[in-house]
């Protein structure tokens, strides 16, 4: 083990697939603009719907106003509820799968998660089944930030942070994994390993380079 001991994921689009796989799929159905939710979510990055809604500042049905006006606003109609039944991704066995070896080898493990209020986010499922194996995930942590408890949300470096100090890690002794580059930047800026995840593969054998172990080892 080198001298990283602290490995921090986000959740969704690292530990789950991302939703904006399926936000993708959803624009294609409805003959919507491709990325039109990234559009969307990068306008007004600070204070749109998505950023007071992550903070827990406005609930669902406002979220769902909101973010309706702000699609008009581009001339789209695409309701705030519709966007938020495709939040929860699929679980990646491997990533789980790596979440328990790194456990088994000692390292401390933290996940900084963008998300809404209980019942609307990451955790949100169809299915009580899903919602019990998030929850099982979630559990392998040993400190979870999650914005909707907070009040502070990526890319703020406040955040980062915070799981620092609950992890008892120097950002120097971390790996963080985040697939937004907006997030995951403030987190090498602070002095941390960070990975852009692109894909499952990818980021598991980045992760064994920034760790120092041998190509497969997740």
Request: contains cysteine.
């Given at each position: 083990m080198n001298d990283r001991s602290t490995v921090i994921f986000d959740f969704g689009g690292v530990i789950t697939s991302s939703p904006f796989e399926a936000f993708a799929g959803m624009e294609a159905r409805r003959g919507l603009p491709r990325d039109l939710v990234r559009r969307i979510?990068?306008?007004?990055?600070?204070?749109?719907a998505w950023a007071l809604f992550e903070r827990a500042e406005i609930d669902a049905a406002r979220f769902d106003t909101l973010f309706a006006e702000e699609a008009r606003a581009l001339g789209h109609d695409l309701p705030g509820r519709d966007v938020l039944a495709l939040l929860s991704g699929e679980i990646r066995p491997r990533m789980?799968?790596?979440l328990d070896r790194l456990k088994t080898d000692g390292y401390r493990l933290g996940c900084i998660t963008n998300n809404v209020p209980s019942g609307h986010g990451a955790r949100m499922s169809a299915t009580a089944?899903?919602?019990?194996?998030?929850?099982?995930?979630m559990a392998r942590f040993d400190h979870?930030?999650?914005?909707?408890?907070?009040?502070?949300?990526?890319?703020?470096?406040?955040?980062?942070?915070?799981?620092?100090?609950a992890l008892d890690a120097h950002p120097a002794q971390c790996v963080y994994l985040d697939d937004l580059g907006i997030n995951y930047k403030p987190a090498?800026?602070?002095?941390?390993?960070?990975?852009?995840?692109?894909?499952?593969?990818?980021?598991?054998?980045?992760?064994?380079?920034?760790?120092?172990?041998?190509?497969g080892t997740f």
């Open positions: 979510n990068a306008t007004n990055p600070d204070c749109n789980v799968a790596a089944g899903k919602a019990s194996a998030i929850a099982d995930v979870v930030v999650e914005s909707s408890r907070i009040g502070i949300r990526k890319p703020d470096p406040r955040i980062y942070a915070m799981a620092c100090e090498a800026a602070l002095g941390m390993l960070a990975i852009k995840v692109t894909g499952e593969e990818q980021a598991l054998g980045a992760l064994a380079e920034a760790l120092g172990r041998e190509a």
